[in-house]
């Protein structure tokens, strides 16, 4: 554990970090129990308590010039644990069902990254600005999150002389993610208000532990250690396929490959496979579910916790008003096109709330926005398969070839 005030800089490492993260969590759901529009609406606990501390961390800095900065080490890891059990409890079974809405949501994500980068680059040119300033307030962001802004800052900050690329894509995608948090969950609510929407069967919710009366299992010792266990060795076979992949010339995260790597053991594997724990593979057990709950609401909540709002305030302006004209396409979008596609049912609605993070934040932030609305009306199993789906997997591979594309016609 180490702690150091070094020139107002003041640094803590990932035990600390971690730490507070957690502390952060518990402040989230203390506020969400005590101020009704929050649960009412289905913010996610890590975005009330994250988005607090880093309003506090910033008036220190205002007042005092004090600088905190986190070590977000283990934060990754948790993005890990987490995607890897969302691989563990896919089933081909639900794969091939929702094969059809997997096609739909992939084709309307793709089809509204182009009017996303189209908007962004509309109101940049109605500043006198770069295009490029507009694919930074963008899919380079929005749809891309901070690891793609930051990938691709340095060569536009190159290609187009924009000095403060790299500022602009990191606030861009910071604000996308506040946005993104705060948009889901009420999308969700009016649409299963206003159209009676209920889930089409009971079952244990993807994300958080299992309602005992509901039917749940009890969680047990040996059953978290199993889970862990299966995250582990699906996260191995995932780091493996990821320099595979890496091999080929093709750059994916590894979270994505761990995501893929519990997929096909959870669906190779036979239930008569001998395992060391003496029982079958977890997949779907309130265990795996607890600790998805765990690992995306801490690493949210670091996240969050962890933004220096303060490097923000200079790039007011144009930036704010790309973002205003992308938010309000995004709930056009989801509204009026994502939902009626995706078939106006349950599923559709919770879909929705997990696009409202995909639109203007990350993969996390549409995991969170859906979790949310599960333990609120209900789960949705397909739409806990299609939306990692598309936006942890596909969504890089188009932004990979579009940002490119976009940049040099635009």
Request: with cysteine; proline share 4%.
């Amino acid at each position: 554990m180490e702690l150091t005030f070094i020139d107002g800089v003041l640094s803590l490492d990932s035990y600390l970090t971690v730490t507070i993260g957690i502390v952060v969590l518990f402040i989230g759901r203390r506020l969400n129990s005590a101020i009704g529009f929050l649960k009412e609406f289905s913010i996610p606990e890590p975005v009330t308590g994250g988005l607090l501390i880093s309003i506090l961390i910033g008036i220190v800095y205002g007042l005092f010039g004090v600088e905190v900065q986190f070590d977000l080490q283990a934060r990754d890891v948790l993005l890990i644990y987490f995607f890897t059990t969302i691989g563990i409890n896919a089933s081909l079974k639900d794969l091939l069902k929702g094969g059809l809405p997997l096609v739909i949501l992939l084709g309307l994500t793709v089809s509204y990254m182009v009017i996303q980068n189209l908007t962004g680059i509309g109101v940049a040119a109605a500043f006198g600005l770069e295009g490029a300033v507009g694919m930074l307030s963008g899919s380079v962001s929005l749809i891309g999150g901070h690891g793609t802004a930051i990938a691709w800052a340095p060569r536009i900050s190159e290609e187009f002389g924009i000095s403060n690329a790299m500022e602009i894509g990191i606030a861009s995608a910071t604000f996308g993610l506040i946005l993104a948090s705060l948009m889901g969950g009420p999308i969700a609510k009016y649409l299963i208000n206003r159209h009676d929407l209920k889930p089409a069967q009971q079952a244990p919710i993807d994300i958080g532990v299992v309602d005992e009366k509901a039917g749940g299992q009890n969680i047990t010792a040996f059953g978290f250690l199993d889970a862990v266990l299966a995250i582990h060795i699906s996260a191995i076979l995932g780091m493996f396929l990821n320099e595979g992949v890496a091999s080929l010339g093709l750059q994916l995260p590894l979270f994505v490959t761990c995501l893929f790597a519990g997929i096909l053991i959870t669906n190779l594997l036979p239930d008569s496979f001998p395992r060391i724990s003496g029982t079958k593979w977890p997949s779907r057990t309130p265990e795996v579910a607890l600790i998805a709950d765990l690992a995306l609401g801490t690493f949210l909540a670091m996240s969050l916790m962890s933004m220096q709002l303060w490097s923000l305030i200079d790039l007011a302006g144009p930036m704010f008003t790309i973002l205003a004209a992308q938010f309000v396409m995004a709930i056009l979008i989801n509204i009026f096109v994502i939902f009626p596609a995706m078939g106006k049912n349950y599923d559709a609605a919770v879909v929705c709330s997990g696009f409202g993070g995909i639109s203007l934040g990350s993969t996390p932030t549409a995991m969170a926005n859906m979790s949310a609305v599960s333990q609120r009306y209900g789960t949705s199993h397909l739409a806990f398969i299609i939306v990692p789906l598309v936006c942890a997997f596909f969504i890089d591979l188009v932004n990979a070839l579009m940002i490119p594309f976009f940049l040099a016609n635009f």
